[in-house]
């Protein structure tokens, strides 16, 4: 059974960093994509970052420059590095193992960016 814990959310204030972890158990990460995505009260989730099996990385526009995606296969845990946070990353952030929304999904974590 696949499972994904994500922690390292909270309540900072707008230009402050955080780094977000999500330990997955079941499956060896490094033979999967892994993503962050996140959802606002109110609208849709949304794609993040992502890191391929490969190792290639991806992320949305709103985020390129401020968010590193990154992974530690001997943790078999991905990360993501937030800088420079914005009051509109505020979001409950979750992380994804696979290619489908079928696939497993971990809790979600909340950030919460005061301007």
């Known amino acids: 059974q696949v499972q994904l814990v994500e922690s390292g959310g909270g309540l900072v204030q707008a230009g402050d960093s955080l780094r977000l972890s999500c330990a997955a158990s079941?499956?060896?990460?490094?033979?999967?994509?892994m993503g962050w995505f996140r959802q606002a009260p109110g609208k849709d989730r949304e794609f993040v970052a992502a890191?391929?099996?490969?190792?290639?990385?991806y992320y949305a526009d709103s985020v390129k420059g401020r968010f590193t995606i990154s992974r530690d296969t001997a943790k078999n845990t991905v990360y993501l590095q937030m800088n420079s946070l914005k009051p509109e990353d505020t979001a409950v952030y979750y992380c994804?193992?696979?290619?489908?929304?079928?696939?497993?999904w971990g809790q979600g974590t909340q950030v919460t960016v005061s301007s």
């Open positions: 994804h193992l696979g290619y489908s929304r079928d696939d497993p």
């Open positions: 079941g499956r060896t990460i490094s033979t999967y994509a």
């Open positions: 890191i391929s099996w490969t190792g290639s990385t």
